[in-house]
T-cell receptor, first 119, second 118 residues
Framework: DTEVTQTPKHLVMGMTNKKSLKCEQHMGHRAMYWYKQKAKKPPELMFVYSYEKLSINESVPSRFSPECPNSSLLNLHLHALQPEDSALYLCASSQIFVIPVPNSNQPQHFGDGTRLSIL | AQSVTQLGSHVSVSEGALVLLRCNYSSSVPPYLFWYVQYPNQGLQLLLK??????LVKGINGFEAEFKKSETSFHLTKPSAHMSDAAEYFC????????????????FGQGTILTVHP
């Protein structure tokens, strides 16, 4: 069982709909991430939050709007998406340490993703 | 810029045979390297991570990876393949965020699909 929980597992929406993807972790991690994975491709980073503040935005279109309401939750609000936005959306989390600290190679823990289809 | 290259998009082995999945990296020192596995319709599961000073890293499910700085490689191996190892494997390198903190963008290789034949 994954320690990062994503809901819903599947989502079908029209281009005019507004929906949200949710991600939750209770490992005390203070960095949280959204990745997008197209079929037969590796995941690509979209956003990074650290201490509930947006620290990295990989030039993602504004129709994707992230939100981190507290240290355990991460949302991705969707509006006016395009068919090419259909993909698997993965959430991840990791600890934050100031380097150099032994064992500071902290991995990111991934959820099972939300498979999004845009009609 | 940091990057990883996985040689071979598809690898096919017989059950019980050696598994070798290749990964070469381009990164600043130290490299923050990982191997992840993805089963169909699932997220990514951490197999192992590179630890500074180690040359051989052991992971879950009998996998291990050898770090060779001179060859900038971090190849993944398993002595004896099992049918349940069939999945897609990703090598990844992390670029730490500014300020010397231990989080940041993961850049993945293109992935290697492992097929295991009976």
């Amino acid at each position: 069982d994954t320690e990062v929980t994503q809901t819903p597992k599947h989502l079908v929406m029209g281009m005019t709909n507004k929906k949200s993807l949710k991600c939750e972790q209770h490992m005390g991690h203070r960095a949280m991430y959204w990745y997008k994975q197209k079929a037969k491709k590796p995941p690509e980073l979209m956003f990074v939050y650290s201490y509930e503040k947006l620290s990295i935005n990989e030039s993602v279109p504004s129709r994707f709007s992230p939100e981190c309401p507290n240290s355990s939750l991460l949302n991705l609000h969707l509006h006016a998406l395009q068919p090419e936005d259909s993909a698997l959306y993965l959430c991840a989390s990791s600890q934050i340490f100031v380097i150099p600290v032994p064992n500071s190679n902290q991995p990111q823990h991934f959820g099972d993703g939300t498979r999004l289809s845009i009609l | 810029a940091q990057s990883v290259t996985q040689l071979g998009s598809h690898v096919s082995v017989s059950e019980g045979a050696l598994v070798l999945l290749r990964c070469n990296y381009s990164s600043s020192v130290p490299p923050y390297l990982f191997w992840y596995v993805q089963y169909p319709n699932q997220g990514l599961q951490l197999l192992l991570k590179y630890t500074t000073g180690a040359t051989l890293v052991k992971g879950i499910n009998g996998f291990e990876a050898e770090f060779k700085k001179s060859e900038t490689s971090f190849h993944l191996t398993k002595p004896s393949a099992h049918m349940s190892d069939a999945a897609e494997y990703f090598c990844a390198v992390r670029r730490n965020n500014a300020g010397g903190t231990s989080y940041g963008k993961l850049t993945f290789g293109q992935g290697t699909i492992l097929t295991v034949h009976p």
